[in-house]
């Protein structure tokens, strides 16, 4: 399961509601929504991508011999979780492995997508068997793919560039419940960093919502400003907290934070994303097979 996006530019104001729990978005926040869609050309591959890496799983389980079979399906979007889990059903499946492509844990987050599917399950005449994933962020599958990108990445850059790992944030309040968010998001770059033999990174959140409420930081232009008061001018950021190319990535990274670094002298790349990746695919088989759904 992914997040979901518009298919068009038409569809942006009905993704947008969707998304805000049906309240329509007022014609300032609509356009500004718009604006970013066209700096990116107008959609994202989120969706694409996300039905890529559906088939390349399924061909990578039908290899070893599994007959688990493989849905996609998405929150804010079509196709919509609570249509997949009815498909799924009416296609003779009995039980039912969800994951969401989001590695690192929040109720707000990934508990929302574990929710839609338990009361999509719930609704059926005939229920399936429910096993969920609440998070994955320590797998060694996941943590190689991600050292395997940055090693890509840092070949273009000067020996003693400055790796951020960044993360879409989340409003503060999560942290009086014990969530585990922020603390799975550190292990992961630590794990990350072990492997790589990198002790000069540090971690930022980007893509926070405009409210009045506090959300988790820094925020990731604020922390480029900051390090480059403290004389770094070379930075690679690694966006741990997402799987797939999208909104989030191609325009809050590769627009904002680059125009950022042009402003200011800096040099500033972004490693890939998992997206389809041989490394994903085979965390992704890995975690339905320890599942026992062979």
């Given at each position: ?27 300032p926040?609509?356009?500004?929504l ?21 088939d ?10 599994s ?14 979780i ?5 498909r ?34 719930s609704?059926?005449?005939r ?26 990445s ?14 879409h ?8 419940s ?15 960093t ?46 741990i ?5 999208h ?10 934070c ?7 002298g ?7 994303s998992l ?19 062979l």
């Open positions: 399961m992914a997040y979901g996006t518009p298919k068009s530019l038409g569809d942006v104001d009905a993704y947008y509601t969707h998304m805000r729990g049906g309240q329509k978005p007022s014609t926040e609509l356009e500004n718009i604006d970013r869609y066209k700096a990116i050309g107008g959609t994202s591959p989120l969706i694409a991508i996300s039905e890529l890496l559906r390349k799983l399924q061909e990578r389980l039908r290899q070893s011999g007959s688990t079979r493989v849905y996609t399906a998405m929150k804010h979007s079509h196709p919509f609570a249509d997949v889990v009815r799924v059903a009416d296609d003779g499946i009995d039980e039912l492995l969800a994951v969401a492509l989001a590695p690192h844990y929040s109720k707000m987050s990934v508990g929302t997508y574990m929710t839609a599917v338990e009361a999509a399950n609704a059926l005449p229920k399936m068997k429910l096993d969920i994933v609440l998070s994955w962020h320590d797998r060694p599958k996941l943590i190689q793919a991600w050292t395997d990108a940055i090693k890509r840092e070949r273009n850059l000067p020996e003693d560039y400055f790796l951020i790992f960044s993360a944030s989340l409003p503060e309040k999560i942290l009086a014990g969530d585990p968010y922020r603390n799975e998001l550190v292990e992961t770059s630590e794990l990350i072990r492997q790589l033999g990198k002790a000069d990174w540090g971690f930022a959140f980007q893509s926070a919502s405009h409210s009045k409420e506090p959300w988790l930081g820094p925020d990731i232009l604020s922390y480029l400003q900051e390090m480059l008061e403290k004389g770094k001018s070379s930075f690679l950021i690694a966006p907290g997402f799987v797939s190319d909104l989030e990535i191609l325009y809050d990274i590769d627009v904002e680059k125009e950022w670094a042009k402003a200011h800096a040099q500033l790349a972004r490693c890939d997206n389809d990746s041989v490394g994903i695919i085979e965390c992704l088989s890995s975690i339905i097979t320890e599942n026992h759904y």
